[in-house]
């Protein structure tokens, strides 16, 4: 190989270099032209390279922290501010319940930098684990940083089917005094950082709604809303 890189043939032999064997050859032998121009060129490509990695650095950092974004945000706080039970009428001879209700839901999104965008949110009433109303559909909204949002959807059921066993229940809670429903929710929602959104994931709520038996002046048992409550979370 040394023998094929005279004087005449020069400029041949640095191009051999350059395209097989530079690495090995000629970095280290100072002075040569040929040999520096491929030191050169070797310098000016691990530099390239350099800048590649830490930019593939750069972005694997990046979307290391939007992905803990998005997957450890606080989840919305829900509190049932008010309850109404309009109607609460249980058929005896055929175990039908017809409900109407009206519930005001207070969401707190506390996430600084994250929004929330609800694709779906059904509100519904459940007595004793069973649910008593239709779920009432909210529309779909975006919920921006820190933004607090109410709804006050009226639940209704009519002629609902009911387990036997919630005549026993309803006659003992009558008795004591007390009656809890359980306001639920059940959506889709997604989480928004920046201009990038997440897929969606599943929530659910529940909101215990204490209701006390009061007579009215028709003698008739009236339910009044005790006091507003905490709701629980999963996302």
Not at 42 to 62: E, M, N, S, W, Y
Request: hydrophobic share 40%.
């Amino acid at each position: 190989m040394g023998a094929g890189c005279d004087r005449h043939h020069h400029h041949g032999c640095c191009d051999y270099l350059r395209t097989t064997c530079y690495s090995i050859l000629c970095c280290g032998r100072h002075g040569d032209d040929c040999c520096d121009d491929c030191c050169e060129e070797r310098h000016r490509r691990l530099l390239i390279a350099a800048r590649i990695v830490v930019g593939i650095l750069f972005l694997v950092g990046l979307t290391i922290l939007i992905v803990w974004l998005v997957l450890r945000p606080t989840k919305p706080t829900f509190y049932l501010r008010d309850a109404a039970v309009l109607q609460f009428n249980l058929s005896l001879s055929d175990n039908l319940l017809a409900t109407v209700a009206q519930a005001t839901v207070a969401s707190h999104n506390s996430n600084g930098r994250i929004g929330v965008y609800y694709d779906r949110l059904d509100v519904f009433a459940t007595y004793q684990d069973q649910q008593i109303t239709v779920a009432t559909a909210i529309p779909p909204f975006y919920q921006g940083h820190e933004d607090i949002n109410v709804w006050s959807p009226y639940l209704a059921g009519t002629s609902v089917p009911v387990a036997p066993y919630l005549c026993s229940a309803l006659q003992q809670d009558e008795a004591a005094g007390i009656l809890l429903l359980y306001v639920k929710m059940d959506g889709r929602i997604r989480w928004k950082v920046g201009s990038w959104t997440s897929g969606h994931y599943r929530l659910e709520v529940s909101c215990p709604a204490f209701f006390s038996f009061t007579d009215s002046p028709a003698g008739v048992p009236v339910l009044r809303f005790l006091h507003g409550t905490s709701c629980s979370t999963s996302v």
